[in-house]
């Protein structure tokens, strides 16, 4: 037999579930321990501020929303091991990784909260990132095209997008990680695998044994990690991002976790998947082995987990605060950003907007 | 001065835009060393290089992405569609990220890009190669949707169209790519994409049409001329966002309106133009406004797609009822 092309997929994983190292060769970022709980903190500031957006919308102050319970070690993985001059394409819900990269929770709340301004995130570098991306797969071309500008000018700078494992069923994902492929782009896929999209569990997306080996029909490098242990996802995002960086080319990464939430506040997990097992998967979740490791390292406690909830909790009720004080933008912004300027036929429906506001009050 | 067809018009806007404006690329199935199929970017990769005129994977997905987040990051992408009946693929990306990113994020990022394609039928191509489809787009919030009739048309309104910061829609009528050719100076001036051009003066019917079908009208209102019918012709080249006042201008002085478009007529640009008289001008109509359209059919396959197309005699006719009318 004549082997045409052989492969292979890497599992990564540093910390099991409850904490235990599993392996040695710690990477340089994971042994500096001031790091690692600058790492845990946001993860808990993230699951802290999820829990507040989700108590916002039963209470009627927020629409629809995206909950990221369960994905914490994947998305701030992600965000930290960006340089800010990277680019990043989410979908809807890595809240982790962008609050790393300077989204505030006021603008996730205006988002849910009906508002554009909500995408017009105001702090580097989350201003030059791309805003949420509902339809499915669709940033990725977008990061694609990024790592495109970036090749054609001869920057050093990466795209990176994410998305669900329902994504990676698209074709938007395929066309990015494909051209990425052919054109030697930089460009970083990262797959968030937390096993259903809405009602329809992972094996139903594609009969591939690991999602990360799409990318090997691209060309491209792939790698498995456990999502839910962050030493694991910045540690292959490191990788590939100096890999695309150097210009030796684009990477999937496929970060297993779980959705321990429903899809988002409009859905009712319960409908479609049993208790057992999202009992399994609480078994699991990542904030829970990073703790028991960094208590093990004697440089986490519960007085600090307390004091620093407090202090997220104090950060999050400013947060609420300055969305709910937000104004609703003048009737006429809906017209004003259409185009760089108003044409003269659009105009007049925004002069008559405005004559119907006017005569109201 | 060179005489140039409509397609070595796009060619020539192209290369001088290239050639003095370093963000601009294009990209597209084709485009490269074969210069498209129609030969629209021939030239282009000697010039410029692979990178700048990039040969993408046959996906129209992938191209429209792309072109996405080539714009974002600042660029100035000119993407092709090899034919506008495979710019279905395209839809999403430039209905839920181009027109609208500029909006969704409050101006923070936006989509300076032109999706190109040779549009509409009468070349005897096969299945899929003779759509025309502008009207899918110009309900599309945030695009400009633009058409050119001649060489020199195409020139300025694709300088435009790349210049222009928010994403635009530029349809090429193939049919017309080397019906004709014109002196079209390469000097790099742009023509308006927000007004008609009024092509023909005229005091008795207005003949509104775009892309291909100015060809027929012109002829159409020729043969009007010898029936002692005075026919002004409108040629709309920017449909949305339309500049209805030249239009409104044109009826208020003819009374009399023939819209004649390619694409089928339910629902068709032709339509919302007729609502736009019927809303804004119906005191000066003296007759009811036609339209000669493609039918609400597919079109044809080739042997019988000149049946389909609005012809002379058709625009002839409409006219006439016009006049009949009143």
Same mark, same amino acid.
């Given at each position: 037999?004549?082997?045409?092309?052989?492969?292979?997929?890497?599992?990564?994983?540093?910390?099991?579930?409850?904490?235990?190292?599993?392996?040695?060769?710690?990477?340089?970022?994971?042994?500096?321990?001031?790091?690692?709980?600058?790492?845990?903190?946001?993860?808990?500031?993230?699951?802290?501020?999820?829990?507040?957006?989700?108590?916002?919308?039963?209470?009627?102050?927020?629409?629809?929303?995206?909950?990221?319970?369960?994905?914490?070690?994947?998305?701030?993985?992600?965000?930290?091991?960006?340089?800010?001059?990277?680019?990043?394409?989410?979908?809807?819900?890595?809240?982790?990784?962008?609050?790393?990269?300077?989204?505030?929770?006021?603008?996730?709340?205006?988002?849910?909260?009906?508002?554009?301004?909500?995408?017009?995130?105001?702090?580097?570098?989350?201003?030059?990132?791309?805003?949420?991306?509902?339809?499915?797969?669709?940033?990725?071309?977008?990061?694609?095209?990024?790592?495109?500008?970036?090749?054609?000018?001869?920057?050093?700078?990466?795209?990176?997008?994410?998305?669900?494992?329902?994504?990676?069923?698209?074709?938007?994902?395929?066309?990015?990680?494909?051209?990425?492929?052919?054109?030697?782009?930089?460009?970083?896929?990262?797959?968030?695998?937390?096993?259903?999209?809405?009602?329809?569990?992972?094996?139903?997306?594609?009969?591939?044994?690991?999602?990360?080996?799409?990318?090997?029909?691209?060309?491209?490098?792939?790698?498995?990690?456990?999502?839910?242990?962050?030493?694991?996802?910045?540690?292959?995002?490191?990788?590939?991002?100096?890999?695309?960086?150097?210009?030796?080319?684009?990477?999937?990464?496929?970060?297993?976790?779980?959705?321990?939430?429903?899809?988002?506040?409009? +859905? %009712? *997990? &319960?409908?479609?998947?049993?208790? @057992? =097992?999202?009992? $399994?998967?609480?078994?699991? #979740?990542?904030?829970?082995? /990073?703790?028991?490791?960094?208590?093990?390292?004697?440089?986490? +406690? %519960? *007085? &600090?987990?307390?004091?620093?909830? @407090? =202090?997220?909790? $104090?950060?999050?009720?400013? #947060?609420?605060?300055?969305? /709910?004080?937000?104004?609703?933008?003048?009737?006429?912004?809906?017209? %004003?950003?259409?185009?760089?300027?108003?044409? @003269?036929?659009?105009?007049?429906?925004?002069?008559?907007?405005?004559?119907?506001?006017?005569?109201?009050? | 001065?060179?005489?140039?067809?409509?397609?070595?018009?796009?060619?020539?806007?192209?290369?001088?835009?290239?050639?003095?404006?370093?963000?601009?690329?294009?990209?597209?199935?084709?485009?490269?060393?074969?210069?498209?199929?129609?030969?629209?970017?021939?030239?282009?990769?000697?010039?410029?290089?692979?990178?700048?005129?990039?040969?993408?994977?046959?996906?129209?997905?992938?191209?429209?992405?792309?072109?996405?987040?080539?714009?974002?990051?600042?660029?100035?992408?000119?993407?092709?569609?090899?034919?506008?009946?495979?710019?279905?693929?395209?839809?999403?990306?430039?209905?839920?990220?181009?027109?609208?990113?500029?909006?969704?994020?409050?101006?923070?990022?936006?989509?300076?890009?032109?999706?190109?394609?040779?549009?509409?039928?009468?070349?005897?191509?096969?299945?899929?190669?003779?759509?025309?489809?502008?009207?899918?787009?110009?309900?599309?919030?945030?695009?400009?949707?633009?058409?050119?009739?001649?060489?020199?048309?195409?020139?300025?309104?694709?300088?435009?169209?790349?210049?222009?910061?928010?994403?635009?829609?530029?349809?090429?009528?193939?049919?017309?790519?080397?019906?004709?050719?014109?002196?079209?100076?390469?000097?790099?001036?742009?023509?308006?994409?927000?007004?008609?051009?009024?092509?023909?003066?005229?005091?008795?019917?207005?003949?509104?049409?775009?892309?291909?079908?100015?060809?027929?009208?012109?002829?159409?209102?020729?043969?009007?001329?010898?029936?002692?019918?005075?026919?002004?012709?409108?040629?709309?080249?920017?449909?949305?966002?339309?500049?209805?006042?030249?239009?409104?201008?044109?009826?208020?002085?003819?009374?009399?309106?023939?819209?004649?478009?390619?694409?089928?007529?339910?629902?068709?640009?032709?339509?919302?133009?007729?609502?736009?008289?019927?809303?804004?001008?119906?005191?000066?109509?003296?007759?009811?406004?036609?339209?000669?359209?493609?039918?609400?059919?597919?079109?044809?396959?080739?042997?019988?797609?000149?049946?389909?197309?609005?012809?002379?005699?058709?625009?002839?006719?409409?006219?006439?009822?016009?006049?009949?009318?009143?």
């Amino acid at each position: 037999m004549t082997i045409a092309a052989k492969f292979e997929i890497e599992y990564l994983q540093y910390l099991d579930a409850e904490g235990k190292q599993v392996r040695d060769d710690l990477p340089e970022f994971a042994k500096d321990l001031d790091h690692m709980v600058e790492l845990y903190k946001l993860m808990l500031s993230t699951r802290v501020f999820d829990a507040k957006s989700i108590a916002l919308q039963r209470t009627g102050k927020l629409g629809t929303y995206a909950s990221c319970l369960g994905h914490e070690a994947a998305h701030v993985g992600i965000g930290s091991a960006m340089k800010p001059e990277d680019v990043l394409a989410v979908s809807y819900r890595e809240y982790g990784a962008q609050l790393y990269r300077g989204v505030r929770p006021r603008e996730v709340y205006m988002y849910w909260g009906g508002d554009e301004r909500g995408n017009d995130y105001q702090q580097e570098p989350a201003r030059h990132d791309f805003a949420w991306s509902v339809p499915i797969a669709t940033q990725c071309l977008h990061a694609a095209g990024s790592a495109l500008a970036f090749k054609i000018r001869g920057e050093k700078r990466v795209a990176v997008c994410t998305i669900g494992d329902g994504g990676s069923s698209k074709g938007d994902f395929y066309g990015a990680i494909n051209i990425a492929g052919a054109q030697n782009l930089p460009l970083v896929a990262v797959i968030v695998n937390n096993q259903w999209a809405i009602s329809v569990p992972r094996k139903i997306q594609s009969g591939a044994p690991t999602l990360a080996q799409k990318g090997i029909a691209a060309g491209l490098f792939c790698i498995q990690v456990d999502g839910n242990d962050i030493i694991a996802v910045r540690k292959a995002m490191e990788d590939a991002l100096e890999r695309a960086r150097s210009g030796k080319g684009g990477s999937v990464i496929e970060a297993v976790t779980y959705r321990l939430g429903d899809h988002t506040t409009a +859905d %009712d *997990a &319960r409908r479609y998947r049993g208790e @057992a =097992e999202v009992k $399994e998967g609480w078994s699991k #979740e990542p904030m829970k082995r /990073l703790r028991n490791w960094l208590v093990a390292k004697k440089v986490w +406690d %519960d *007085a &600090r987990e307390e004091a620093w909830k @407090a =202090e997220c909790d $104090e950060w999050m009720d400013n #947060e609420v605060n300055a969305y /709910l004080e937000t104004k609703t933008q003048p009737v006429t912004a809906m017209f %004003d950003y259409i185009f760089a300027e108003v044409p @003269a036929d659009l105009a007049k429906q925004r002069d008559y907007v405005l004559s119907l506001e006017n005569k109201a009050h | 001065m060179a005489q140039i067809t409509l397609i070595e018009a796009v060619t020539q806007a192209l290369a001088y835009e290239m050639k003095h404006d370093d963000s601009v690329v294009v990209l597209g199935e084709d485009v490269g060393l074969n210069g498209g199929v129609f030969r629209a970017t021939q030239g282009l990769q000697e010039k410029f290089g692979e990178l700048r005129v990039l040969d993408t994977p046959l996906d129209e997905t992938t191209i429209a992405g792309v072109t996405v987040g080539l714009a974002v990051q600042g660029m100035k992408p000119v993407a092709e569609a090899q034919f506008e009946g495979f710019i279905y693929p395209m839809m999403e990306q430039i209905a839920c990220h181009a027109a609208r990113m500029r909006n969704r994020t409050r101006g923070r990022l936006t989509v300076p890009a032109v999706f190109r394609a040779p549009w509409g039928g009468g070349i005897r191509a096969p299945e899929h190669h003779s759509e025309a489809n502008e009207h899918l787009f110009t309900n599309i919030p945030g695009l400009r949707v633009v058409m050119p009739s001649s060489p020199a048309r195409a020139y300025g309104l694709l300088l435009a169209a790349i210049r222009d910061p928010d994403p635009v829609m530029f349809f090429e009528p193939k049919r017309i790519y080397r019906q004709y050719k014109e002196e079209v100076p390469d000097d790099g001036e742009a023509l308006p994409l927000d007004v008609c051009f009024v092509l023909r003066d005229g005091t008795d019917v207005t003949l509104v049409t775009w892309g291909a079908q100015v060809k027929e009208t012109l002829e159409a209102a020729d043969a009007l001329a010898e029936q002692g019918i005075s026919a002004e012709v409108i040629d709309v080249a920017t449909l949305t966002p339309l500049d209805f006042d030249t239009i409104a201008e044109s009826v208020a002085k003819t009374g009399r309106c023939v819209i004649v478009h390619e694409a089928p007529k339910t629902a068709g640009f032709g339509a919302e133009i007729a609502a736009r008289l019927a809303e804004e001008c119906i005191y000066d109509l003296l007759a009811p406004v036609e339209r000669v359209t493609g039918f609400d059919t597919h079109i044809p396959l080739f042997r019988l797609e000149m049946k389909y197309l609005p012809s002379v005699e058709r625009v002839v006719d409409a006219a006439k009822r016009t006049m009949a009318a009143s």
